[in-house]
């Protein structure tokens, strides 16, 4: 779906996987579930934060507590979207988030391992 919507989506299939590319590449937004095979989206967001203060993070998951939405966006996060969302819904997120940062000329987008099935 994200492809589909011309995003260029690298998936990160760890969180170890995560942290190297965004060390490594340029992202436009990074795109974060919770929960990851080794480790957990928010702590993955508070490393980015530390190399990457300014690139648009959303979180994505099936966490719906207010709590955790509270929790992602103490780590960094301008947005918190629950699952299921519409495919709409995430997209008008995505491109509000990136549009709003005129630094981004491109929609380069790193997705966590549990978000890919949105590509």
């Known amino acids: 779906m994200l492809r ?3 995003f260029d ?4 299939n760890t969180f170890e996987d995560g942290n ?9 937004l990074y795109l ?3 929960w990851l095979p080794d480790g957990e989206g928010l702590q993955l967001a508070r490393l980015i934060r530390e190399f990457d203060p300014n690139t648009p993070i959303v979180f994505f998951s099936a966490a719906a507590y207010e709590a955790d ?3 992602a966006l103490e780590a960094g996060a301008q947005a918190f979207l629950t699952k299921p969302a519409t495919p ?3 997209c008008d997120v995505i491109n509000a988030l990136v549009n709003f940062h005129p630094t981004h000329n491109t929609t ?3 997705a966590s391992a549990e ?4 590509q």
């Open 32 to 34: 974060l579930d919770l």
């Open 108 to 110: 380069r987008l790193l």
């Open 9 to 12: 989506v690298t998936t990160a």
């Open 115 to 118: 978000t890919r099935y949105l």
């Open 69 to 71: 939405r509270r929790e």
């Open 4 to 6: 589909k919507n011309k």
């Open 20 to 28: 190297q590319l965004g060390h490594t590449s340029s992202f436009d």
């Open 88 to 90: 709409s819904e995430l």
